[in-house]
Every structure is written in structure tokens, then in C-alpha cells.
């Protein structure tokens, strides 16, 4: 069972920077792939960044790739997520996730545990 906290959403202006953080619970944190995915008002969530449990590996999603870097410190059992250049479409709640069986993976449908969200709104 993993229990997932985010932190360091908010308001920020467009061209801004934002850093996410998502604190995990379980001691077996490193052998998770985690994931950030996110939520805009009327749509469906969607993959944002991967990582693999070493860190070894990364994946972007074509809109935010270059803009955001996602990163983790298994030794504080906690993952970040830098984004930079905000763009008002970025506005969306942002879940981080867990994943277990895959070095990497996009896919929603793999992920067994999610955090409560936290709201990142981009001003024009």
C-alpha cells in the first residue's frame, strides 16, 4: 500500500515556474515507476511525465516536454516535478502516481495509486 501527499501547487502568471513535490509513504518507494498525470475542468486526466524507479528513465508528454522536468530523491521517498515557461493551458489539478510491473510506463490504466491532487491555475 502506498500513500501519495502532492505539494507546491498554486497561482502562478503565465511564463512562470512552479515545483510540484509528492510525498510517498512506503518504504519500497524505489521499486515504484511514478507518474504525474493531470485534470483540466470538463476533461479527461491525462499523462504528464514518468519516471523510472531508478530515475534512470524519463518520459514527457509532447506538451509539456523542454517546459518540465520530473525528478526523485528515493532516499526522501519523494518525487518533484519542476515546471517552467507555464502556459494557461497548463491550469489543471496535478495527481502524482504509483505504478508497480513496469520499468516505465504512460498509461493511466497501470498506475494503482494515486494522491488526492493538488491545483496549478495559470493566469493569462
Known amino acids: 500500500q502506498v500513500q501519495l501527499v502532492e505539494s507546491g501547487g498554486g497561482l502562478v502568471q503565465t511564463g512562470g515556474s512552479l515545483r510540484l513535490s509528492c510525498a510517498a509513504s512506503?518504504?519500497?518507494?524505489?521499486?515504484?515507476?511514478m507518474g504525474w498525470f493531470r485534470q483540466a475542468p470538463g476533461k479527461e486526466r491525462e499523462f504528464v511525465a514518468a519516471?523510472?524507479?531508478?530515475?534512470?528513465?524519463?518520459s514527457y508528454a509532447d506538451s509539456v516536454k523542454g517546459r518540465f522536468t520530473i525528478s526523485r530523491d528515493n532516499a526522501k521517498n519523494t518525487m518533484y516535478l519542476q515546471m517552467n515557461n507555464l502556459k494557461p493551458e497548463d491550469t489543471a489539478v496535478y495527481y502524482c502516481?504509483?505504478?508497480?510491473?513496469?520499468?516505465?510506463?504512460?498509461?493511466?490504466?497501470?498506475?494503482?495509486?494515486w494522491g488526492q491532487g493538488t491545483q496549478v491555475t495559470v493566469s493569462s
Open positions: 512506503a518504504r519500497t518507494f524505489s521499486t515504484y515507476t
Open positions: 502516481a504509483a505504478a508497480s510491473g513496469y520499468s516505465i510506463t504512460t498509461l493511466l490504466a497501470h498506475y494503482n495509486y
Open positions: 519516471i523510472s524507479w531508478s530515475g534512470g528513465s524519463t
